[in-house]
């Protein structure tokens, strides 16, 4: 799917997760878990997607612009992520 993303953020992802936005572009959609991002209050609607790139859980956050998925962050999920997603 294409997913777009800024290139500074991609730099600040790759500094702070060691692994590139444009990774994003394999993340398997038709089985994440996605929900709402509520942790702060941003001024675009953002969501929280579980989901896998390969045999790894990921989590990946993003807003729409238009149709196309934006990358904003991209990390390994933690543990506590993965027993919440098996689960579901």
């Known amino acids: 799917m294409l997913i777009e993303f ?18 994003a572009s394999d993340f398997e959609w ?8 509520r942790s702060e209050y941003y001024d675009e609607q953002r969501f929280k997607a579980t989901g896998y790139i390969g045999q790894r859980l990921y989590v990946l956050i993003f807003c729409m612009r238009g149709d196309t998925p934006r990358a904003i962050s991209l990390r390994r999920a933690e543990k506590y992520e993965e027993r919440r997603y098996a689960k579901a």
């Open 30 to 37: 038709d089985t994440a878990q996605i929900e709402e991002d």
């Open 6 to 23: 800024d290139p500074a953020k991609d730099a600040i992802n790759r500094d702070k997760h060691k692994l590139s936005l444009m990774l």
